[in-house]
């Protein structure tokens, strides 16, 4: 459901059956109004003591970022949430809202920044520390920042399945542990991570040689390497596009 401000007060829209709709509410605080409805929800799964699968919340606009953040802590602790997807103002918040969340329920995460990439903040590496050693962390399988740069060592990822997250530099050193991570570890299945600047992919030539290079019909030139996995009809694909790198796991037969 989505809750805007309109000059009466507040517009709440939503789809049923595919089709959109949405009703006024004269003289009403949207982010009140969503709050009471967030509460509602959560009351409902906590009285079933159920899983409630997906939440996602996202601000547009940061005038009642800090305002929604606020409520939202008021009322998360303890929730069983399985999938969790916020937008967060700063990206040190998110460390006050995932210990909040139930650690043996909550299995993805994605947390996107406020500011586009090119203007992104940092989450840096004694942040990253604080959240490595949370148990929700710790119980983690699938895990995506969106916008926000961060700083911890490769390692910390070694434990999920699906990775997507944003160095401002990647080094041959960073590329080289995750390959053999995937060779090791069977649970890693897909790793998407973004960067600044890079020059792992000139490193990987002189170690690995040249690598496959297509250039599709929309102009996008990708590099890739494939590495045979023990044990498994699988190769790892380790593929430069743009400013990513994409590890995968991919079929022999393809």
């Known amino acids: 459901m989505d809750y805007f401000k309109n000059q009466r007060g507040t517009t709440v829209s939503w789809y049923k059956n595919c089709v959109r709709t949405s009703k006024s509410l004269e003289d009403a605080d949207y982010v009140g109004v969503a709050f009471e409805d967030i509460s509602a929800v959560f009351q409902v799964f906590q009285d079933k003591n159920t899983v409630l699968e997906v939440f996602r919340m996202d601000f547009h606009g940061k005038s009642e970022g800090k305002r929604c953040q606020e409520k939202l802590i008021s009322i998360l602790k303890n929730h069983k949430i399985g999938i969790f997807e916020i937008t967060v103002m700063e990206p040190k918040d998110i460390l006050e809202i995932l210990l909040l969340l139930d650690p043996e329920s909550l299995k993805r995460l994605r947390v996107t920044g406020s500011l586009k990439r090119g203007d992104a903040e940092e989450l840096g590496s004694q942040d990253m520390e604080e959240m490595v050693r949370m148990e929700q962390w710790k119980g983690l399988e699938e895990l995506e920042i969106r916008e926000i740069w961060i700083q911890t060592p490769i ?23 995750l390959k053999e991570a995937y060779l090791s570890l069977t649970q890693m299945e897909y790793l998407e991570i973004h960067y600044e600047t890079s020059n792992s992919k000139e490193k990987l030539i002189q170690l690995h040689g040249p690598p496959l ?42």
Not at 166 to 171: G, H, L, R, Y
Not at 221 to 250: A, G, M
């Open 213 to 254: 290079e297509e250039t599709s019909r929309f102009g996008v030139t990708t590099w890739k390497w494939f590495f045979k996995i023990p044990e498994f009809q699988l190769s790892l694909s380790i593929c430069y596009v743009r400013n990513s790198i994409i590890f995968d796991c991919v079929n022999e037969e393809n």
């Open 155 to 177: 390692q910390n990822f070694f434990h999920l399945k699906r990775i997507n997250v944003a160095f401002k530099e990647v080094t041959v050193e960073m590329v080289l542990e």
